[in-house]
């Protein structure tokens, strides 16, 4: 109970047994406070310049002290959470501001599975499960691109809304056309295509796809590969999965490679009315 920070106040409200009353404040100048810091010769004396054994002024009353706990709150340190939280639910609930660009917009995704975490404004996947961009592919050929910034079970490529992003992996449906870890293309539980063997992407490659509504196509670090597949039906979207510590970043502008001719970053619908 007798402890050097709380000593002050129980005197203050207590008589000692002897009956004489013995003011808190005559022990004050002899009792170290619990937020002033005491340091030197000079501070035990009680006197000295800030820094040199001096003791930082405090404030004493709990109003001073609540308002000294409300500065700090407000400070950028540690920042005004009644102001920011509104704002990260509404980006999540509205998508990306306009000022994002396109790049933003397409990584604003559509749904995502109950596992999946999504870091970088949405452009990073990592944890378990698939994620549908919010961007559909309406013009005729369009292209992007994923990075590979950690090994796992992935795969990237097109899916409708139909989808179900909590079970991986996809390709297992009619409604998902993706090329998985392994190289292999999958639709509707068929291998549709295959890498060759010697180039299967690693941590570090990136990764870009082509779709023209007939057919998908792969391209690693620039090069095609050369293996078309498709089947899949419908209004389509950007896919990926990730599972065992895969880490995968989306590109929808700003390629790290040059899109090959004809195909171009996915375009949006303009509200006309």
């Known amino acids: 109970i007798f402890r050097p920070g709380r000593l002050p106040f129980i005197l203050r ?13 005559a022990l004050r100048t002899h009792l170290p406070h619990p937020r002033r810091t005491y340091s030197g010769a000079r501070a035990r004396a009680g006197g000295g310049a800030e820094g040199s054994g001096a003791v930082s002024p405090q404030p004493r009353s709990c109003r001073q002290r609540q308002r000294q706990r409300q500065r700090r709150r407000r400070s950028p340190r540690y920042g005004r959470l009644g102001v920011l939280l509104p704002a990260v639910l509404q980006r999540w609930r509205d998508g990306p501001h306009p000022s994002e660009g396109d790049a933003g917009r397409a990584a604003g995704h559509a749904a995502h599975g109950t ?15 698939g994620c549908l961009a919010s961007a559909p592919l309406h013009q005729n050929k369009s292209y992007f691109e994923f990075k590979i910034q950690s090994t796992g079970i992935w795969g990237i490529g097109v899916a409708t809304q139909k989808v179900n992003l909590n079970q991986i992996p996809l390709g297992r449906d009619v409604h998902s056309l993706v090329m998985r870890n392994d190289g292999a293309l999958y639709h509707n539980n068929e291998e549709k295509n295959r890498l060759p063997a010697n180039s299967l992407p690693q941590e570090g490659d990136v990764v870009g796809i082509t779709y ?13 590969m050369h293996c078309p597949a498709s089947g899949i039906r419908g209004t389509v979207y950007p896919v990926v999965y990730v599972d065992d510590s895969a880490i995968l970043d989306c590109q929808f502008s700003e390629f790290y490679h040059t899109p090959p001719p004809g195909f171009e970053k996915i375009l949006f619908e303009q509200q006309i009315f």
Do not use: M
Request: with cysteine; hydrophobic share 40%.
């Open 13 to 25: 409200c207590a008589r000692p047994a002897w009956g004489v009353a013995v003011p808190a404040s």
């Open 115 to 129: 596992d999946v975490v999504i870091v970088k404004n949405g452009r990073r996947i990592c944890g378990t499960g």
């Open 212 to 224: 023209d509504h007939v057919e998908l196509n792969v391209y690693l670090n620039g090069k095609n």
